[in-house]
């Protein structure tokens, strides 16, 4: 069992930044270290989509509209993920999600992002 709360949500103006977080609780059997990590964002009446991705070994994948503005990091003496999102766009405007796979995946509740112009 693997739980996950995003923080780090809110209102920000385009062209600022925000930091997300997603700490996890882990139950005894499942390694934090070993798990893929990811963001997803959800907009209004859309899917939910890929931000970008961190593998246990620190491989970092990202959508075409974030490069060069996000960065994925992760901490696994913390059990923490992270999102640090830079030159914010309206269309940043989202709910996003903290993905892990750790033998099945796992999602926090989201945390929403407004970006305003």
């Known amino acids: 069992q693997v739980q996950l709360v995003e923080s780090g949500g809110g209102s920000e103006q385009a062209g600022g930044s925000l930091k997300l977080s997603c700490a996890a609780s882990?139950?005894?059997?499942?390694?934090?270290?070993?798990?893929?990590l990811g963001w997803y964002r959800q907009r209004p009446e859309e899917e939910r989509h890929l931000v970008s991705t961190?593998?246990?070994?620190?491989?970092?994948i990202y959508v075409d509209s974030v490069k060069g503005r996000f960065t994925i990091s992760r901490d696994n003496s913390k059990n923490t993920l992270y999102l640090q999102m830079n030159s914010l766009k309206t269309e940043d405007t989202a709910v996003y999600y903290c993905?892990?796979?750790?033998?099945?995946?796992?999602w926090g509740r989201g945390t929403q992002v407004t970006v305003s112009s």
């Open positions: 961190i593998s246990s070994v620190g491989t970092t």
């Open positions: 993905a892990a796979s750790c033998g099945k995946w796992y």
């Open positions: 882990v139950a005894s059997g499942y390694i934090f270290s070993a798990c893929g």
